[in-house]
């Protein structure tokens, strides 16, 4: 007698809730390259979008990935939650998520975009999202590295090398994000880790059109070196952006009291930095938050322990409660902005 079939397990999308919402893609391309007699393109930007039956808010926002990341770092956590982007979109949003040139869907060869660097290895991962000396005090991880290896394996695949030069692919990033902006009209920019160049930059780049910055763990601190990735040559970027008075040279931008270092792009725009409790990052953010008051910007700091939020490290928009550490952000949003308010929340 054949024993009856096993009941089938439920699909892992049976405990989602259905949503209905826009979406689509589009690209930014890149421009065109000659080599060898043959034309090719370099760098483009690949964009996907939500936005809610009905947007209610007056500014999409534009999602962007950290370094050697893509897109999906804003879409399900590791342990199958909503992540920001569809926490956005349900709180009235136009989103877009992007993968910057060369990362995620956007292609890249080294002969047509740029040497690569290094493969990012699982000891890189460990020492920025989870590493051991913050341990006790890093207790919203979705996971123990440690433990589980089929989801560190699922955690790591996202990552992958990026152009050698960091020079090169902030200014892709910044010519695409800034063609992207021509395209959309203006936004509210959120940037995580090592793409927080990529805000100042599209700032300059098209003043007007960046109604406000969110920078999570933005890497740091000003002038600072990150391995793997290079140096911020000039303050906040490795590449020029336009001071007032202007500035010939990164040693000149070095040399001068910071006081004088005016960006005239981000006069008067909202910029919230978003810091965690254990992130070695959190420890620069102070001093990036001097640096942007210095430029002009309306800059604040959102450090997750000010309101209560404990436990997280670098990855916090995809950590245990980032639902909780979104919702200063929304906050901040409505008051800053919108409201044209300081924010002003109970800590």
Known sequence: MTPPASP??????????????RTGNFWVPGERIALAGQQYQRGPLAVAW???AHVTQPYPVV????????????????DG???WAQRLVEAGYAVLLVDRPTQGRSPYHPDVAGPMGPAFSYHEGEEVFFPAAAAARHTQFPFHPHHDAAALDAYIAAFGPLPAAIAEWQAMDADRLARLLD??????IFTHSASG??????????PGLVKAIVSVEPMGPPFGHTPNIGTLEWGLTAIPVTFDPPRASAAEVRAADPATLKIPALAGVPVAIVSSETSVQAAYAPQMLA???????????????????????????????SDQALQPVLDW?????????????NR
Request: no cysteine.
């Open 8 to 21: 089938a397990a439920a699909p892992f999308w049976a405990a989602t809730s259905p949503r209905t919402i």
């Open 333 to 345: 949003l409505a008051t800053r902005l919108f409201e044209n308010q300081p924010y002003t929340a």
């Open 81 to 83: 939650r909503p992540g």
């Open 197 to 206: 160049s990529d805000g100042w930059l599209v700032a300059d780049r098209r």
């Open 291 to 321: 640096f942007l008051q210095h430029a002009g910007a309306t800059a604040e700091l959102l450090h997750l322990p000010d309101f209560g939020i404990l436990g997280n490290g670098h990855g916090l928009i995809y950590e245990k409660n």
């Open 50 to 52: 939500q936005a809610p």
């Open 63 to 78: 999602l962007v990935h950290g370094g050697a990341m893509q897109a999906t770092e804003w879409l399900d956590t590791p």
């Open 183 to 188: 395209r959309i009209g203006p936004a509210i």
